[in-house]
């Protein structure tokens, strides 16, 4: 079970009361694809993503964007248990969709460039290290069911 401080807690409920998923969430998802493209292979059913601008504007790359932070949203909900809250996630991931594990730190680190960009200077060394420990919390929650 993972300790949260108080300031933690605070702190990433902050962060997910302020951002807009509209935009965060397709940002990160268009980042990650266009930054590391190996990972559009497993959004095939989405159509054009040959280019950034195809990404970025792709309405299917956006729609799963929000369904990312709506997963985070319930992540944030429950703090104490959060293996538990994505156990489900974590077995469509690696037994139906077959996602490469390591995709979910390279989403990760693309959220946490894009909430720093939405944040700007109040996106400190002690909320990006909230807000990494949080998605490192998640990102194992998400692997647990891999072998």
Known sequence: MVEWTDFERATIQEIFSK??????G??????????????????GSFGN???AAAITSNPKVAAHGKVVIGGLEQAVKNMDDIKTT?????????????????NFNLLAD???IVVASQMGQAFTPDVQA?????LAVVVASLRKQYH
């Open 19 to 24: 951002i807009d998923s509209g935009v965060v």
């Open 26 to 43: 397709p940002a990160a998802l268009s980042r990650c694809l266009i930054v590391y493209p190996w990972t559009q292979r497993y959004f």
């Open 49 to 51: 993503l040959y280019n």
């Open 86 to 102: 994505y156990k489900d996630l974590s077995v469509l991931h690696s037994d139906k969709l077959r996602v490469d594990p390591d």
């Open 110 to 112: 693309c959220l946490t």
């Open 130 to 134: 909230a807000f990494q420990k949080f």
